[in-house]
């Protein structure tokens, strides 16, 4: 496992994946190759916890949208939560969370996505 | 069906200009440069797709950069590295002032870093290079790429806001330090001084100050003078005058009462003034006068009574800021003192130095030299400040000469302890010097600075172990008075100095004493005077002596010097025989002093000399360690394979007056072997045992001669 992902967990059915560092193609990478894995196991809703990343480039929100494609075809869902607030306004000016949804906490995101 | 997503150029434009944005609206809230120089790196990074960068940042003291922020690379592959502002890529960006972009090649700075592509901003403070930002590889997903002409302009916008940034921060780190100063010079200055503003309230107080007015800081800030000084009226009207005519008034020797305790001040009230002149209110400035005799205590540990006197008649010569005058100053160091406090505990070295300071102290003051400074083992003494005096090289060099002639006597007595002599070159030069108060805002001095004082100590340190170097400015002011003996050496080339420097050595007593021709003179005067019937007492004991102390010594690790006393002591031990054999020893001293004296030998050492012959005396005596091994060059035959031939000259010489028979002589030879013995380690190694394997032969033929004896009666 990269040092780039610090834990793997799942919740309900929830795969949820904890990262440190900067999200770029490498931290993307990491991320996608986890994904990828789970959903070839039948997972299909997957939670980022990015309170440690807080710095995030467009190469590693372009890997993010490759994985959100990728989760449409399997009718998966991507969220995020802990995301500072830089991270968050990158998101958002990226065009991010019109395809995937960022959450306050874990409960919500568990709860909801 | 899967949506296409993408994302498009305008995101990323619009995402570039947040992000300067950001920079922009955040970097006037950072207040220290290091967490500055951390988020623009990482925004830099992240906003042009860098996989890592870091920043480099000026050294204040030098040409060079260091890493001030870094983000995802191992700087450790940049250790050794020197980032000079006159080479390579960074010298390219500090005269372009342009952001560069390259692939990163093998004679490139980050070439360790394994990096491929580069993107170099320059971090401007003012028109001055403060810094670079530099970031690594561009991230696509198909891998890394070099960076293109956007990111530089980009990375160039970039720049410009942090160096803005940067030269705020700088600034309020100065305005800072400028406040410290003032409150430095403010807290450090020995007179007292608080301020008022218009309405009369304490603003300011310094440390002299709250301790004149005797309140807690917390209550004088703040509160009206006029609660503070109720009881003084005198200093109410002074501060009242002030205000009102905006007028400097002072008053001496005014007498403050404060609870129990009184003290006398000389007090100052200024008006407070802005740029325009407009009045912000007063400064006064409390001289404590009690404090006056304290002073003078402690100033006359740094110079001679005369001095203070002089000071304290005349406080202008003690004027602040620098002034030029002439004046002397002396430089002494000992040599190899590090070697020499090797051996030594802590305590020994602190002990060795205070004593070696008291007399050498003593002796600048006696000459009216001002003690300007203790460095370590260095002495820099000045003479001619504050007061210049027309005597002021003379003095110089007469404490150069008396400080080296009472080391002869101090290292004597270190010697006769077992301990290793100290030794000093003295340097001194007289010129143009600044004189003043100079220093930091935590500590301020009374010294001089200049050329002169330079050159002065680099005199000391040409100066080998006992010898003084003066230059030719200080000959030319001592030379008419025809006192002292100099001699011209060969010009020095001192750093800094176009032309080569003329210089003289001192002469004084003891450094240049030649023992050589003491030698010779002992040897011819015993040659001509000695009388031939001495057969054991002859020219040949004398070197045989000498010879011996010369051995024993350096094995006994005596130092040169100290080896050529115990040899001259050898010359002179049995000279009184010229005399007769009673009471040879105390004529040796005799003539001994006379001679040392007529050739100009230390007289501080004369005793040294003078000690080891009488030690020489039946029974043996030795008080100390050189007159242990004279006592054992002596008697050094009694454990030598020569000892039957030297026996036997002793016999021949004894037998002048009286007939000595066989067996008497080996009675004597016994008790004689029997009751001495050997004092140093290298005799009783070397000589001991042959000693004893002598007494034993003749304890042998003495029982022979007793058994023959016997059987013939």
């Keep these: 496992m990269s040092s780039f992902i610090t834990s793997i967990k799942e919740n309900n059915s929830i795969i949820i994946i904890e990262t440190n560092g900067y999200l770029n193609n490498t931290g993307g990478e990491a991320i996608s190759e986890i994904v990828y894995e789970k959903i070839d196991q039948g997972h299909t809703k997957f939670l980022i916890n990015m309170g440690n990343t807080k710095i995030v480039n467009s190469i590693g929100v372009s890997i993010l949208i490759e994985i959100i494609e990728k989760l449409q075809s399997v009718d998966g869902k991507l969220g995020y939560y802990n995301l500072a607030p830089i991270v968050s306004k990158t998101f958002t000016i990226m065009g991010l969370t019109k395809y995937s949804t960022l959450f306050e906490s874990e409960e919500l995101a568990v709860n909801e996505i | 069906m899967a949506k296409e997503l993408n994302i498009s150029d305008l995101q990323l434009k619009y995402l570039e200009l947040e992000t300067l944005l950001d920079i922009t609206n955040d970097l006037n809230s950072f207040e220290e440069i290091p967490v500055l120089l951390q988020e623009i790196l990482v925004k830099s990074c992240a906003v042009l797709n860098a996989s890592s960068g870091l920043i480099l940042i000026e050294d204040d003291n030098s040409n060079v950069l260091n890493i001030g922020a870094d983000f995802n690379i191992d700087i450790s592959a940049l250790n050794g590295i020197i980032f000079n502002k006159n080479k390579g890529v960074i010298k390219e960006i500090n005269q372009s002032r342009k952001t560069l972009c390259f692939k990163i ?283 210049s005096n027309i005597q002021d090289s003379e003095n110089a060099v007469l404490t150069a000469i008396e400080m080296q002639e009472k080391l002869i006597a101090f290292n004597q007595d270190r010697c006769i302890n077992l301990k290793k002599p100290i030794k000093v070159g003295i ?108 057969t054991y007492h002859s ?88 007159e242990q091994i004279i006592c054992d060059a002596d008697l050094d035959y009694l454990g030598r394979n020569d000892f039957e031939d030297i026996s036997s000259n002793l016999l021949k010489e004894l037998e002048i007056n009286q007939k000595i028979t066989n067996f008497n002589w080996l009675k004597i030879q016994e008790k004689f072997l029997k009751s001495h013995s050997y004092f140093t380690l290298t005799s009783l190694k070397s000589r001991e045992k042959n000693k004893q394997k002598r007494l034993t032969n003749i304890q042998d033929l003495l029982k022979t001669y007793e058994a023959t004896r016997t059987s013939r009666k």
């Excluded at chain 2, 406080?315 to 051996?343: H, K, P, Y």
């Excluded at chain 2, 003539?591 to 020489?616: D, H, Q, R």
């Design chain 2, 427 to 534: 340097g001194v030069n007289s010129g143009s010097v600044i004189s003043g108060n100079i220093g930091s805002t935590d500590q301020m001095d009374f010294t001089v600075i200049g050329d002169s004082v330079n050159l002065a100590s680099r005199l000391c340190s040409s100066a080998e172990a006992g010898q003084i170097i003066i230059s030719d400015a200080v000959w030319n002011k001592i030379k008419h008075l025809q006192t002292f003996k100099s001699k011209k050496l060969s010009p020095i080339k001192v750093k800094g100095k176009a032309k080569v420097i003329s210089i003289k050595e001192i002469l004084y007593n003891g450094y240049e004493f030649d023992y050589q021709d003491a030698f010779n003179k002992v040897e011819a005067f015993l040659l001509k005077e000695l009388p031939l019937y001495y």
């Design chain 2, 105 to 387: 090649s093998q004679d490139n700075y980050f070439y360790g870093t394994n990096c491929v592509y580069c993107l170099i901003a320059p971090l401007l403070d003012k028109q001055k290079l403060a810094g670079a930002i530099v970031l690594f590889d561009k991230e696509s997903r198909k891998g890394i790429s070099p960076f293109i002409d956007s990111d530089s302009n980009m990375l160039s916008a970039i720049a410009s806001q942090a160096g803005i940034a940067y030269n705020n921060i700088k600034l309020i780190e100065n305005i800072k330090e400028a406040k410290a100063f003032n409150e430095n010079v403010m807290q450090s200055i020995a007179t007292g001084v608080f301020t008022t503003n218009l309405m009369g309230e304490i603003n300011h107080v310094n440390r002299t100050a709250v301790s004149i007015l005797n309140f807690d800081k917390e209550y004088i800030i703040g509160n009206h003078y006029g609660y503070i000084f109720e009881s003084n009226e005198q200093i109410l009207e002074l501060i009242s005058k002030c205000e009102l005519e905006s007028i400097t008034v002072s008053e001496s020797q005014v007498q403050l009462q404060f609870d129990d305790k009184t003290t006398t001040v000389n007090i100052s009230v200024s008006p407070l003034l802005n740029d325009f002149n407009q009045p912000l209110g007063t400064v006064v400035a409390l001289e404590d006068l009690s404090n006056i005799n304290k002073l003078k205590s402690t100033f006359k540990k740094y110079v001679s009574n005369q001095i203070v006197d002089q000071l304290l008649e005349n406080e202008d010569l003690l004027s602040l800021g620098g002034q030029e005058q002439d004046a002397t100053i002396l430089f002494s160091d000992i040599r190899g003192f590090t070697s020499l406090s090797e051996n030594m505990t802590p305590n020994e070295v602190v002990e060795t130095l205070n004593d070696y300071f008291n007399q050498m102290i003593e002796i600048i003051f006696k000459y009216n030299g001002i003690l300007d400074k203790i460095i370590g083992d260095e002495l820099m003494v000045i003479y001619g400040v504050p007061k």
């Design chain 2, 539 to 626: 020219i040949e004991h004398f070197r045989d002596v000498v010879k011996q102390v010369e051995r024993i010594a350096k094995k006994e690790k005596i130092d040169k010097a100290g080896i050529l006393d115990i040899k001259l002591a050898a010359w002179l031990h049995d000279v009184g025989y010229i005399w007769g054999p009673l009471d040879h020893e105390e004529k040796s001293v005799e003539y001994a002093k006379v001679i040392l004296n007529e050739m100009k030998f230390p007289k501080s050492k004369i005793s040294l000399i003078t000690g080891m012959i009488m030690a020489t005396k039946m029974p043996q005596s030795p008080k100390n360690h050189f």
